[in-house]
Structure formats: C-alpha cells, structure tokens
C-alpha cells in the first residue's frame, strides 16, 4: 500500500452526527449510559482520525460533498485533501450546542491560525470549496465529474514515490509545529542521512542522470 484514499458514498463525504440520535439520548450508547462511559466510546472513535494522522502512508482525503462536524475532522485528519467543486464545509457544532471532536479542533487551530478557527466555530456557516482552498483548508479542487479519476491520478502518482522519503516527511512536518528550530534541524539531519542511504535515493539520482523517470521500491 503506497497510498490511502478515503472518500464518502453518495452525496456527502461525511455531515456529521444524526441529530435525530442526539434528540433520543442514544448518541453515544443506549439511553441512560453512563457519562463516563459515552466518553470511553467517544473516545473510541477517535482512534480513525488519530490513525489516519499517524499512520506513516499518505493519506488523501476526497470530499466528494458535504463535509460537516466528525466528517470535518476525518478529512482535515488526512494528509490531503481534494475536493469536488461541489463540496461544502462546515463545524456546525454550535448548531447542536456542542463544542467540537473527531481531531477539528486541533486540526483547524494548525492549519487556519486560531482566529480561523475561532470563527469557524463560533460563527458555524457552511464554506464552498472555493472558501475551504483560499482559507488552506483544501489543496486542490475539480470538477465534481472529474473529482475521482484526478484523485486517482494523484494517489497513484504518490503511491509510486519514495515511500520511506515520505514517511520521515510526514513525520517531520507532523513535529515541526511542536519543537523548536533547532530539534527540527536535528531532526532532519537525521533522516536526510538516513534516506541516503536507500535504494530509492540511489534510483532517483541515477534516474535524474540519465535523464528517465525512476522507479521507486521502497526500500
């Protein structure tokens, strides 16, 4: 697996809690569950976003439509995400009195800065896609027709790379945010050494040189 894709079925990528469920008291567990234990559960689900944020492929989400509240934080989760020109986006927590889950908070406050996603939460308006890339929400946008054979192109292109080129990548920019300079130059002199060291760098020089497209393994 060089790549993951995850994508919504039918018309949304993911809009969120059932408010019909909220309104039964059974939104996290049957009726009369105790506090402590919908926040176990809740907790449990909470391991898709952590996964897709930690696990060392890369991770693209295409949102194919409505992406709203847990659906948010799943895509914003993902190491990319594409989306359809027909996408919308929105937190719509304070809608239903809640106050965020699924990774959003954290995941909105680093890539929008805090006033972003203060606003985003606190004024819980619905975005196009067109708002989401200009706000850094999204990286790319198509066509709503196109949306999947391009995602296809792009995860299939990543898939073919540098695997373990990526995984320090991801780490690296994951830690960036959280360490000073001069641990994240350490850091790098770290893993630039040890992708020296690989196949898929001896490939990629070689291939550069005579001048053909590499072909990666991995390794």
Request: aromatic share 8%; charged share 20%.
């Amino acid at each position: 697996v060089g790549a993951v894709v995850v994508t919504g079925k039918g018309r949304a990528f993911c809009a969120g809690g059932d408010v019909a469920v909220m309104q039964s008291g059974a939104e996290f567990g049957p009726v009369g569950t105790p506090v402590e234990a919908q926040i176990e559960i809740l907790r449990s689900w909470h391991e898709l976003p952590l996964l897709l944020n930690s696990i060392l492929k890369p991770t693209i989400a295409v949102v194919n439509g409505a992406t709203v509240g847990g659906g948010l934080g799943v895509a914003l989760s993902c190491d990319l995400r594409i989306a359809s020109d027909q996408a919308k986006f929105g937190t719509a927590y304070a809608r239903v009195g809640y106050d965020g889950d699924f990774g959003t908070t954290w995941q909105m406050t680093r890539l929008l800065g805090e006033a972003k996603a203060k606003e985003l939460f606190f004024l819980p308006d619905i975005i196009s896609a067109n708002e989401a890339m200009r706000i850094g929400m999204v990286n790319r946008i198509y066509p709503h027709d196109e949306l999947m054979d391009e995602a296809i192109t792009i995860a299939e292109r990543i898939a073919a790379g540098p695997s373990v080129s990526y995984r320090y990548m991801k780490a690296n920019v994951a830690q960036a945010s959280t360490v000073d300079f001069a641990t994240s130059l350490d850091r790098e002199a770290e893993t630039h050494i040890r992708c020296s060291q690989t196949e898929d760098h001896a490939e990629g020089v070689n291939a550069f040189l005579e001048k053909r497209e590499p072909i990666f393994k991995g390794k």
